[in-house]
């Protein structure tokens, strides 16, 4: 009796959570965003008013296209600078024991909270800031850089900052996955090192990529917390504009664009998927 | 599989190459301060099939790896077909290595593995195509051409690696165990179409393993190896049949051993008669080419050259038989099908000594377990060690 029941007992609190916290919100969200807005009240209804104002105002498009924007130069970003990491990491560190401990080294940043470590950029990137300082004193500039602080280039600096280990992580395991031999069997064959590169270890390391990429894409497309304290009033993101509009009460309005947004990262997403077959790094 | 039809012959430009020698001259490899292969010297003749044997860590890989390119040398010189080759890449060597884990690339299908090595030489796409063409077909891969390894048996990773190592024309093919990952009976099968291929592309092939009966059955030279050097060098039945030193001895078939002190050397034709003091039995008389009065050495008899009778029995007549008779207790009896082995204790010192016998001959002399039996052997069967 005992023994049927048991495995269902084990997973019985996280479905719990699962339900209560993910499950239940993703449905009132769904529901809520059917529902009408009156300007101080909300009431339930069966109303396509909301989805309507999302396709039909040229905000939310310039605010897709802006967090496209955003996604874009993160995306390519940290792939370009994590995957030399990875690719050192795996390649280039004889021990294991070295391998890990420099893995570890990556992931140092993140034993602080991410507000703090956004928070900690200001002094660093503003007007007086450090760099402003630093670049003055040297004489290498006459006037403050604006844009390095409460701009996109502030945006996009932060959110590689904060989630590069996203991409560096599962390209490293990628990596470290590829047989050595297939790469003495290719020298065997003839194949030099750009050779080797293009041939055994970009194809092999995809996989990698591709989840590293998916991390960005749900990562990037729901940011709010960087796009408001790097980007200062300037930027704009749609979960910026959904924390806006959840700030000014009107939920309705919040949920339908929550779902949009989910709708738009799960596309991406599966198209990555379409691209890029990740079932051998599972 | 190849061996049913009759076999295809590879187009002359597949062989054009041709074959070469392979020379290792006073090769030596350190890593750090451990010594892997040591002062090894040997010669491979061109389009022989050769076999590096020995025990993991005899050197017998690392060696190959040498050969191939992948591995630096220390010290010496390795010459392919004359050409000094000490540095140079794998591909300026005209050898091919097939690897042991085969090594397959597992994005890419059947006919990209094989044309990878042609497609890296930049040749044209026609002769790609022709060639890939033709090696699938001589390995009887056609069929798989656009298949994942993954989605391959054993046998066919074991075929597509070949085909991939063969396909850029080596005048030398370097195989690292390349039966090890098979089962019993396709190994003994697939080690028949390896010798056949050697013998159809007429190139020198150079195989590590650790498997005696492999080596036996493929090599026209076994190479043993331990711990770094070269213990012997002969046909496998010069190794299986005369061993020189211990080692060999024990490590390529069923020998029992003996070890002593020599005593006497008389030289005869062709051999000299070695008459070795054995601790606890007494005189052994063996046949060697030469030995040092005095010297700690040893001899063996191979564990089917033993000759068992009852202790009432007379010798058989006509046998030189070599020794004041042994005895010997039957400690148990293992049949293993057509070869039946028999554990044997020697009654003076205890030591245990290896029977084989053919089992039907085993059944009509039945001998029991725990029945003490006379032990002899002929003398020209007892070879004498060295070392």
């Known amino acids: 009796m005992w023994k049927s029941f048991k495995p269902y007992a084990l997973i019985a609190p996280q479905s719990l959570v699962f339900a209560l916290f993910l499950i239940f919100p993703l449905v009132m969200i769904g529901v809520v965003s059917f529902w009408q807005f009156n300007g101080y009240a909300m009431a339930p209804d069966f109303s396509l008013d909301n989805y309507l104002g999302i396709f039909t105002s040229l905000v939310t498009v310039k605010t897709y296209l802006n967090t496209f924007k955003f996604l874009a130069l993160v995306w390519v970003v940290t792939l370009l600078v994590g995957y030399p990491v990875a690719y050192f990491l795996a390649f280039h560190v004889p021990r294991l024991q070295w391998q890990i401990l420099l893995f570890l080294l990556c992931t140092i940043p993140f034993w602080t909270s991410n507000i703090i470590r956004m928070i900690s950029w200001l002094p660093l990137l503003g007007r007086e800031g450090l760099v402003n300082q630093v670049l003055m004193n040297s004489g290498l500039i006459h006037q403050p850089l604006e844009f390095l602080l409460y701009s996109d280039f502030a945006v996009v600096l932060g959110m590689v900052h904060l989630y590069i280990i996203f991409m560096i992580a599962p390209i490293f395991n990628s990596l470290m996955r590829i047989d050595r031999t297939l790469i003495t069997a290719a020298a065997d064959l003839g194949a030099g090192g750009a050779a080797i590169f293009r041939e055994i270890v970009l194809p092999l390391s995809a996989p990698g ?47 339908a664009n929550a779902v949009v947004l989910l709708g738009v990262t799960l596309l991406i997403v599966v198209s990555i998927l379409r691209v890029l077959d990740i079932r051998k790094e599972l | ?40 010297t040997l010669d491979v003749p061109a389009a022989s099939y050769t076999c590096l044997l020995g025990p993991s860590g005899c050197g017998k ?14 010290a010496g010189d390795i010459l392919i077909g004359n050409h000094r080759v000490n540095g140079l890449p794998p591909t300026r060597r005209n050898t091919a290595m097939m690897f042991q ?248 010192t205890g030591q245990d000594l290896l029977y084989k016998a053919r089992t039907p001959d085993w059944t009509k002399s039945c001998f029991q377990e725990g029945q003490v039996v006379a032990l002899s052997w002929l003398q020209r069967d007892c070879v004498f060690l060295a070392h």
Not at chain 2, 63 to 74: D, K, P, S, V
């Open chain 1, 209 to 255: 990529m591709a989840i590293g990429s998916i991390f960005i894409v749900t990562l990037v497309m729901g940011e709010f917390v960087t796009v408001r304290l790097m980007g200062g009033g300037q930027a704009a993101s749609v979960g910026k504009l959904i924390q806006t509009q959840i700030g000014s009460l009107q939920y309705p309005l919040a949920a």
């Open chain 2, 1 to 40: 599989m190849p061996d049913v039809k009759a076999p295809l012959t590879p187009s002359p430009e597949l062989t054009a190459a041709g074959a070469s020698g392979v020379c290792l001259r006073s090769v030596t490899k350190r890593y750090g301060g451990v010594t892997a292969v040591e002062n090894l």
């Open chain 2, 61 to 74: 890989t690392t060696t190959m790896r040498m050969i191939a390119g992948h591995e630096e040398i220390t």
């Open chain 2, 101 to 348: 884990s085969y090594a397959l690339f597992p994005h890419k299908t059947v006919w990209g593995n094989v044309d990878f090595g042609l497609k890296m030489r930049q040749l044209s796409l026609a002769e790609r195509r022709q060639r890939v063409g033709e090696m699938l077909e001589i390995l009887e891969l056609s069929h798989l051409g656009d298949r994942k390894p993954a989605l391959l048996s054993g046998g066919q990773q074991q075929r597509v690696a070949l085909a991939r190592a063969l396909v850029t024309r080596p005048q030398v093919l370097l195989l690292d165990e390349p039966l090890s990952a098979l089962d019993e009976n396709l190994r003994i099968r697939t080690r028949g179409e390896l010798r056949k291929l050697q013998r159809q592309f007429g190139m020198t092939f150079i195989q590590v393993t650790h498997n005696q009966d492999e080596a036996y059955a493929l090599s026209d030279q076994v190479v043993v190896m331990d711990h770094g050097r070269i213990d012997q060098v002969g046909s496998p039945a010069e190794i299986f049949s005369r061993p020189l030193s211990r080692f060999v001895a024990n490590f390529t078939g069923d020998n029992n051993l003996f070890s002593g002190t020599v005593t006497q050397v008389t030289p005869q034709a062709g051999q000299a008669v070695i008459e070795l003091a054995v601790h606890g039995l007494g005189k052994i008389l063996c046949c060697g080419d030469y030995a040092q009065v005095g010297a700690e050495a040893a001899c063996c008899v191979r564990a089917d050259l033993i000759h068992l009778s009852g202790l009432a029995e007379a010798s058989s007549p006509g046998l030189d038989r070599a020794l004041p008779p042994l005895t010997a207790r039957i400690t148990a009896i293992e049949f293993t099908g057509y070869i039946t082995r028999v554990f044997l204790a020697l009654e003076k």
